[in-house]
């Protein structure tokens, strides 16, 4: 059974820097597509950035194109997103999302695996 623990959010100033992680087990990591989506409050879930089981192919969303950038390493089970000159509108819950698709698929739909999120807080 596939397990997603994120870590790594908090308050950062408007400008600044925060890495995020998030922890697979369960399965064998490389196999799976990996992504990260947020929720702010009142608002819907958004796709932030999405990785393939290689760490070839990444995608992101428009709003975070250029500030943050989605790596993996599949020694470690791990994905991170490094969030930098982070904005107000950054602020959110991020979640983890792990799925048996491709990163492109997984950015459309979601994967079949979420964490319980972490959340990040950018003050202005």
């Known amino acids: 059974q596939v397990q997603l623990v994120e870590s790594g959010g908090g308050l950062v100033q408007a400008g600044g820097s925060l890495r995020v992680s998030c922890e697979f087990s369960?399965?064998?990591?490389?196999?799976?597509?990996m992504g990260w989506f947020r929720q702010a409050p009142g608002k819907g879930r958004e796709f932030v950035a999405s990785?393939?089981?290689?760490?070839?192919?990444?995608f992101y969303s428009d709003s975070v194109k250029g500030r943050f950038t989605i790596s993996r390493d599949n020694a470690k089970n791990t994905v991170y997103l490094q969030m930098n000159i982070v904005k107000p509108e950054d602020t959110a819950a991020y979640y983890c999302?792990?799925?048996?698709?491709?990163?492109?698929?997984?950015?459309?739909?979601?994967?079949?695996?979420w964490g319980q999120g972490t959340q990040v807080t950018v003050s202005s």
């Open positions: 990785i393939s089981g290689s760490g070839v192919f990444k």
């Open positions: 999302s792990a799925g048996t698709t491709t990163a492109h698929e997984l950015r459309d739909m979601g994967g079949g695996h």
């Open positions: 369960g399965r064998t990591f490389s196999n799976y597509a």
